[in-house]
Structures are given as C-alpha cells and as structure tokens.
T-cell receptor
Framework: QKEVEQDPGPLSVPEGAIVSLNCTYSNSAFQYFMWYRQYSRKGPELLMYTYSSGNKEDGRFTAQVDKSSKYISLFIRDSQPSDSATYLC???????????????FGQGTTLQVKP | NAGVTQTPKFRVLKTGQSMTLLCAQD?????MYWYRQDPGMGLRLIHYSVGEGTTAKGEVPDGYNVSRLKKQNFLLGLESAAPSQTSVYFC???????????????FGPGTRLLVL
C-alpha cells in the first residue's frame, strides 16, 4: 500500500465548476501538507501549503486537512481553463523524524476545465 | 534569478550507455533533490543532498549515483542505462529541509530520458 493515495483521474469539468481533489495517507507522522500544480511538460510548482489540520484559503483555492481521517482536499472555485493541469498532493513528516526534508507525493490528478 | 535549471532537456540513450544529468540552482539553497516521474507512480525521490559534499539515498536509488561538489550543482549519473530508467527526471532545491514552509521545494523543468 502506498503511503499517499490519489485518484489519477482524469477529471473533466465545465468552466465555472467547483473542483474537489483529494488525497488519503497512512503515515500519522505527516505534519506538512502541500499541493503542487504541474502544467504539461513543466516542473511542479507549489500551489498551497498547510501545516497540521485546518483550512487555508488563497483566492479561488482552499486546502483542507483532516488529520483524524488522514485525508486532505483541494477545492477550486470558479474553475478556469487555465486551471487545467495535474495536481499533486505532497506530505512531509515533522522535523527531526527519519523523513525530515523528504516529500512523499501522490500520483497526481489530471484536471481538464472545458470552456 | 533563473531558479532551478536542468541540462539536457531531452536525451535518447541505448541500453548500457552512461550519462550525467546536471542540475543548477542560483537561490543559495542547501538542499537539493533528484526525482523521477513515471505514469501512475507520481514523483519518487532518487537521491538528495543536505549540503555541499553530502548525498543520501532516497526511495529508488538503485542504478543511479550523485555528486554535490559545489553547492549550486547536483549531478545525477547513470552508469549503465536500462530501459526501466526511461522517465522524466526532475531536480528540486529547498533552502532547508524539514517540511516547513521555508523548506518549500522548487523544481526545475525536467529532463526527458528515453533508454532504448
């Protein structure tokens, strides 16, 4: 079983839709949770960062972490064609653990927003 | 700032050939990483470095070697390429390690490698 599970999709939605992307994980030591966005033939870029549980909002994007369920989500409101990309969740354990500095990535979900 | 750059962008190798991928960063970051990305597998860590002159194994290190002789450069070597090493390789760097926001990893544009 992988430490981080993410549905690869693809996910296709009409412009303006609300998009929900999710990851589950098994390692309770994970404290830092990130979402990276990767456009085709480009490197991943950090989109959202969350520490521990709770919500974080940045414009049209909201990241949620539920550590009790080991479940994280990324919501995109009013989705745009420019949001079409692969979204990767990533997680890291607390400083001082054996996984310090290492990110564990989900498979990535490919999203297409149709005009 | 160029950020993280990778050389070459694309390469075709025959089985058994060797090559070196170069990663350079101009952000004075301490940590550097090499990942491979395969369909359905996400990004997997090959090797990483916590500072000049230091390297460590990641999740999938077999068949690869690395060197960090200068802080700004991180080299990934394939001594005898195999078809299973066909992949997209990404280099990343971070100011520090540990997972916190200041330890955000910045990625290069990738190197596409095809081993025949």
């Amino acid at each position: 079983q992988k430490e981080v599970e993410q549905d690869p999709g693809p996910l296709s939605v009409p412009e303006g839709a609300i998009v929900s992307l999710n990851c589950t994980y098994s390692n309770s030591a994970f404290q830092y949770f990130m979402w990276y966005r990767q456009y085709s033939r480009k490197g991943p870029e950090l989109l959202m960062y969350t520490y521990s549980s709770g919500n974080k909002e940045d414009g049209r994007f909201t990241a949620q972490v539920d550590k009790s369920s080991k479940y994280i989500s990324l919501f995109i409101r009013d989705s745009q064609p420019s949001d079409s990309a692969t979204y990767l969740c990533a997680m890291s354990a607390a400083f001082g653990s054996s996984n310090t500095g290492k990110l564990i990535f989900g498979q990535g979900t490919t999203l297409q927003v149709k005009p | 700032n160029a950020g993280v750059t990778q050389t070459p962008k694309f390469r075709v190798l025959k089985t058994g050939q060797s090559m070196t991928l170069l990663c350079a960063q101009d952000m004075n970051h301490e940590y550097m990483y090499w990942y491979r990305q395969d369909p359905g597998m996400g990004l997997r860590l090959i090797h990483y470095s916590v500072g000049e002159g230091t390297t460590a194994k990641g999740e999938v290190p077999d068949g690869y070697n690395v060197s960090r002789l200068k802080k700004q450069n991180f080299l990934l070597g394939l001594e005898s390429a195999a078809p299973s090493q066909t992949s997209v390789y990404f280099c990343a760097s971070s100011l520090l390690g540990g997972g916190g926001y200041q330890e955000t990893q910045y990625f290069g544009p990738g190197t596409r490698l095809l081993v025949l």
